[in-house]
Every structure is written in C-alpha cells, then in structure tokens.
C-alpha cells in the first residue's frame, strides 16, 4: 500500500493521530530529511525524498508489497507530492492522509478568513502575476525563486503597492514570525514563508 501522509506545517506538533498511525505501520519511509529526523527510532527502511521524483516512482513501483508512506509538507494535495503521486499510480492505488496547510496555519494565526481566497503557490512554478494582481484576497506557498520580495516588487509594478502582505516566516517553527507589511514596504528576505495578500486589512 502507497499512502501518502501531510505532516503539517513543521514537526509533529500538528501531525493528526491518523497520520501518526499511518506512519507507525510503515514498512518503508520516504520524505526530505527534515521529515525523516522527526522519526529517529523508525525502524524500517528510509528513502531520501529528492528532485529526483522519477528515480522515486520507480522505487516505489518495485516496493509496492510493502507498505510505504511518504511524507508530505503541510497537506499532500495541496502544491505537494500527494498530486504526483495520484497522477502516476492513480487515485485508488494511494491513500491520502490529509495535514494542516501552511496557508491554514498562517490564516488561524494571523486571523485571516479563507472565504473567497484565491489560493496558488510559486513553488516550482511560473507565476502570473496578472491574474494574481486582479484577486483581491490571494494565499501563496512560495519559494527561494520567488518570494515576498519578488511578488512585491510585481505588484508594485501593476500599481497595488498599497495592498497588505501577511509573511508567515518558518510557521510552526521556534522562530516563527508573522509580519504584516504595506505590498509597497516589503524589501527584506525572509525564511521558510507562505503569504497572504490582502486589498484591506
């Protein structure tokens, strides 16, 4: 069985006790390594999960009689390996476990509701920045490409300089932090970060 498991946000403070079942009857772990540290006393085989998908599918593929459970950052299916993984082995041969997004960690944090968020994620992806800027409530999970730094200075340039934007830096994390700034005043870089961009706050 093929089961892939949403870890949250970071760590396993908001890890479901389903997740955290799942992963007790693993056979097999596969996830980055800040994922795989968070079980030091598993004792069944460990696989790095790395930009090398395809090499993975196919190790899965010749592991499929063991019960294997990859971890996922936040929520599987949300931007995540959970998509992937359904795409390649199809919906009845994997089991999602769902997590916490970072993006409902960081609304419950800031208290931002999510009615009519336009939600969307730079991770790996081309952006448009266009169609980002007509939204007028938007969620994105980012990454080192493009950060807040980089979706400010786009909008500014599409004239919403004036807009809020939520940073959720390292959520979860010791050294979480929220930062509520002007689109127009965002010129730092920041860790690990998803954003909320708001035409009020």
């Known amino acids: 069985m093929l089961t892939v498991v949403g870890m949250g946000p970071a760590g396993l403070t908001l890890i479901t006790p389903l997740a955290q079942n799942a992963i007790a009857q693993a056979d097999a772990l596969v996830g980055a390594k800040r994922h795989l540290a968070q079980f030091p006393d598993f004792n069944g085989e ?3 999960l790395d930009a090398d ?3 993975l599918l196919v190790w899965i593929t010749e592991h499929q009689h063991q019960n294997i459970v990859v971890l996922a ?3 599987p299916l949300f931007y995540g390996i959970g ?3 359904v795409a390649h082995f199809g919906r009845e041969a994997v089991r999602i476990v769902p997590g916490i997004s970072a993006v409902q960690y960081l609304c419950a944090r800031a208290g931002i509701d999510m009615n009519e968020m336009w939600l969307t994620s730079s991770h790996g992806r081309e952006v448009s920045f266009d ?3 007509r939204q007028r409530k938007v969620a994105m999970v980012t990454d080192a490409r493009c950060g807040p730094r980089h979706i400010a200075a786009q909008l500014v340039a ?3 300089g004036e807009r809020w934007m939520v ?3 390292n959520l979860a994390m010791e050294n979480e932090q929220i930062h509520w700034l002007r689109v127009s005043e965002v010129n730092a870089d920041y860790g690990m970060n ?3 961009i708001l035409d009020e706050r």
């Open 167 to 169: 940073i959720g830096e």
């Open 83 to 85: 998509t992937r993984m």
């Open 158 to 160: 599409r004239g919403k």
């Open 53 to 55: 998908i395809a090499q």
């Open 46 to 48: 460990q696989r790095l």
């Open 131 to 133: 169609e980002l800027a």
């Open 194 to 196: 998803t954003v909320v």
């Open 73 to 75: 950052s936040g929520d």
